[in-house]
Structures are given as structure tokens and as C-alpha cells.
């Protein structure tokens, strides 16, 4: 069973940047697409971003010139750059098989908190 493991949350102040990282137990190229969500307190799983085998990227408009997503193959990584971090960008991230709806996703993993305040 393919699992995900998240890392690299913690607490950044408004405008910080934080660099989110994927373990992915199993073949990479198993998955279409990777993909990275997120999930703030009392509200629904969202998608944020994804990125294709071929590299090629989706972005939740909300995230649009502030976040990149990139993987290391080699290494079964994912990534996910956070630039210009707002109050609201504070949620739950997990990273996952990559689709634009969420309730597609079977399992999740425990997530790595992200939290923008000063």
C-alpha cells in the first residue's frame, strides 16, 4: 500500500515562505499525477496544486504566483514551495495521488500543520 508521509509545516509570520516535503512509499510513476491539499479547521479538504508526470502543473487560484509544486523522481519526493504566506493559507496540508477533487482520494495521511501569524 502506497503511503504519504508530509513534513516541513510549522508556524511563519504573514509574508513568510515555507518549503513542504513528500515522502511517497511505492513507484512515483504509479500516480498520473501528485498533488498537494489542504484542510483548515471546520471547513472541507481542498485542493491546492498538482503536478503531472510529464511536469505539467495545476494551481488553485487562490494559490496562483505564490505556491510551486515540484517532485524529485529519483528520490520519491514532492514538494511544495509556500511564498507570501497569509493568515488564511494556515491549514492541514497532506499530499496525495493528485486530482482537483478530494473526495477522490481514498486514504490520507497525518498532514503537516502550516499555521501564518504573527
Known amino acids: 500500500q502506497v503511503q504519504f508521509v508530509e513534513s516541513g509545516g510549522g508556524l511563519v509570520q504573514p509574508g513568510g515562505s515555507l518549503r513542504l516535503s513528500c515522502v511517497v512509499s511505492?513507484?512515483?510513476?504509479?500516480?498520473?499525477?501528485l498533488g498537494w491539499y489542504r484542510q483548515a479547521p471546520g471547513k472541507q479538504r481542498e485542493f491546492v496544486t498538482y503536478?503531472?508526470?510529464?511536469?505539467?502543473?495545476k494551481y488553485a487560484d487562490f494559490v496562483k504566483g505564490r505556491f510551486t509544486i515540484s517532485k524529485d523522481n529519483a528520490k520519491n519526493m514532492v514538494y511544495l514551495q509556500m511564498n507570501n504566506l497569509k493568515p488564511e493559507d494556515s491549514a492541514v496540508y497532506y499530499c496525495n495521488a493528485g486530482v482537483t477533487d478530494p473526495r477522490l482520494v481514498r486514504s490520507w495521511g497525518q498532514g503537516t500543520q502550516v499555521t501564518v501569524a504573527s
Open positions: 511505492g513507484n512515483i510513476f504509479s500516480f498520473s499525477a
Open positions: 503536478i503531472t508526470n510529464s511536469g505539467t502543473t
